[in-house]
């Protein structure tokens, strides 16, 4: 089992800068990939910036250049530094890992990010 607490969510301004954070904790030994998605308001939960293995990034397009996906040495907690922030970023973001060694998902409770116009 591996428990995930995101923390980092609030309101700002379009432009403004946020960053969110996510503590993993349990068996974290087999992690695959890390990273985060994100659900708003009638649509589907998508993809935002995730680790795959050790250290290949892989980013939605249209985050490219404002989100920064990080973590630390120990690969416990990873973070998401979010740029010029647009309304349209408003969402539940929600940290993710893909476990190999027992080949499951884990979601953390997700945290609300409300970027005002």
């Known amino acids: 089992q591996v428990q995930l607490v995101e923390s980092g969510g609030d309101l700002v301004q379009a432009g403004g800068s946020l960053r969110l954070s996510c503590v993993a904790s349990?068996?974290?030994?087999?992690?695959?990939?890390m990273g985060w998605y994100r659900q708003a308001p009638e649509k589907e939960r998508e993809l935002v910036a995730r680790?795959?293995?050790?250290?290949?990034?892989d980013y939605a397009d249209y985050v490219k250049g404002r989100f920064t996906i990080s973590r630390d040495s120990a690969k416990t907690t990873v973070y998401l530094q979010m740029n010029s922030l647009k309304p349209e970023d408003t969402a539940v973001y929600y940290c993710n890992v893909y476990r190999w060694a027992d080949g499951r998902e884990y979601w953390g409770q997700g945290t609300q990010v409300t970027v005002s116009s």
């Open positions: 680790f795959i293995g050790d250290s290949t990034t």
């Open positions: 349990g068996s974290i030994s087999g992690i695959h990939t």
